[in-house]
């Protein structure tokens, strides 16, 4: 049995992950809320990834699997975006991010496994990504040199959603017009589903992906490498 770590596995793409691995596994989330994990075998630690260090007492002695969820989507035309929305990005997606990794690390057994997450918008440029792009991009760049320095330790691999149907993209996907819309914008003419996400995450944490590091993995319908317009 596996002692897996997530941080923000209360809420969409996280819960997914977590309904999957409580299977199998010893899952413990750091987050905000709990409401969500109710009748699940997890335990629970309170994590504000924007102001709170995380308690590590919390953790058992070897961690295998680690995967970070917590996101932003700020989408303004690049005039209209404030330097205060950049810097606010930067601190959730990224800096938290690295704070966490670095208070894990010497917990991570040999083998083990990181988990990021991007966004489609870093390799495809599209308008009014800049701040979640320039993030998401940091935590790409970063991913990749972790993954040189502590191979063949740990891997270190990230997955570039597009559109995800969970609570964090609720104002995007509020009526069937506006669901219409993005579906359309697709190869594969939907949008997806957290647990689309969710089980390249599995896969990612699991011994079935044990040759594979440093690896940004586009899972978007087909919207990061294929033009059908």
């Known amino acids: 049995m596996k002692n897996i770590l997530l941080i923000g596995g209360s809420h969409g793409i996280g819960l997914s992950m977590a309904k999957e691995l409580e299977k199998n596994n010893k899952v413990f989330i750091a987050s905000r809320t709990k409401e969500e994990l109710a009748g699940l075998n997890v335990t629970h630690i309170p994590f504000d990834a924007l ?14 699997g680690f995967a970070y969820c917590p996101g932003s989507i700020n989408l303004k035309p690049f005039k209209m975006m404030s330097m205060d929305t950049f810097e606010q990005d930067m601190q959730l997606n990224f800096f938290s991010l690295v704070r966490v ?56 691999n990230v997955i570039a959603p597009s559109l995800v149907d969970t609570p964090l993209a609720g104002r995007l ?38 040759w594979m590091t440093g690896q940004i993995v586009g899972v978007d319908g087909g919207m990061g490498s294929l033009n059908v317009s």
Do not use: C, W
């Open 51 to 64: 102001s709170d260090t995380l308690d590590t007492d919390a953790l058992p002695d070897e961690l295998h």
């Open 101 to 156: 990794v670095k208070e894990i690390l010497p917990r991570m057994a040999e083998g083990g496994s990181l988990v990021f997450f991007s966004t489609v918008a870093v390799g495809t440029g599209m308008p009014f990504h800049t701040s979640v792009a320039a993030a998401k991009g940091a935590i790409e760049g970063f991913a990749k040199s972790l993954a040189a320095e502590y191979a063949p330790k740990l891997r270190v």
């Open 173 to 210: 996907l509020n009526n069937d017009k506006k669901r219409d819309m993005m579906a359309e914008r697709h190869p594969l003419k939907r949008v997806g589903e957290a647990v689309d996400i969710a089980n390249i995450a599995l896969f990612l944490l699991s011994d079935q992906s044990s």
